[in-house]
């Protein structure tokens, strides 16, 4: 064999040689790769699965919040008023009067009157219960009637004056249970009140079968 | 006799030198996939398992109901003891 057959057949030998390495190392490169893509494919296969629901339950979820919203809204405007309703609004989240009511377009613009500014939730809401209270009386465009960090004082001027200047004169709270100092023998007939309270009560309730008309 | 060396020249310079350059070329590039693949089958195995709270949805949605339904008997009590606005001024 000459010189230049060998030096080919050398030649192809180190090309094939040169093939076969890259090669193993690229499918071994390739292997490796198909192993991660199963994991890969497994795990999205896992969140489509899990996220499968959620858009019904999320719209199912959004449908009952629209709804309480809703009636919310619709409640707040029957029983105040838009233009209150935006004025309780903006005075318990300051700001929040701007957006207005969903339901209710363009009671954003509306010009909210000043009522938590000055008062309260619990003023407030006695004043809006008793409507003939007197801090119900100022107008909300005056000045403010008191600090609104003392808000408790306020509330407590709804009530008479012996709970603010003399606690202790009012009566105590009846004390109740097995330690109290008055106790009470079981009624032999629970339900039924053995006299009635007034000028109209009798000691002998047989004796006037009329009279047990007050049952509990 | 020429031709056979020109031939192995050509075979040993040129040919070998290419394939190797070829063959390198997508070793390293297939090389450089696998650290991708694993960060992306771990991300997407970290994100299934942050997904596993999903099936409390269904928890938020039974509350969801029952918080409206509260709220709704709270507002039709509400709307029978208060004063609608205009009914007042």
Known sequence: MSGAGVVLIVAVVLIVAALAWYLIWTIVALARITKGLDRTIAAVGEIIDKTAPVGAVVTTINTSLDAGVSALEGLLVKKAGVSDAIGLIDGLYPGAGADGLRDFPGSGETTAPRIAEVYTRGVLTLARLGREAPIAAASPNGPALRDPSRGAGAAMGLYPELRQSRPQKMPRSPVIGTDAPVQYEPSESPGVRRRMPGAAAVLDPEARPDADAGTV | ?89
């Open chain 2, 1 to 89: 006799m020429t031709l056979y060396w020109i031939g192995d020249a050509v075979l040993l310079l040129v040919v070998l030198p290419v394939v190797v350059y070829l063959l390198h070329g997508v070793l390293r590039a297939a090389r450089s996939i696998v650290p991708s693949v694993d960060a992306i089958s771990a991300a997407a195995v970290a994100g299934s398992k942050d997904l596993d709270a999903t099936a409390l949805l269904l928890t938020t949605q039974d509350q969801a109901a029952r918080t409206i339904a509260g709220v709704a008997k709270y507002g039709g009590s509400l709307d029978v003891i208060l004063d609608d606005a205009d009914a007042v001024s």
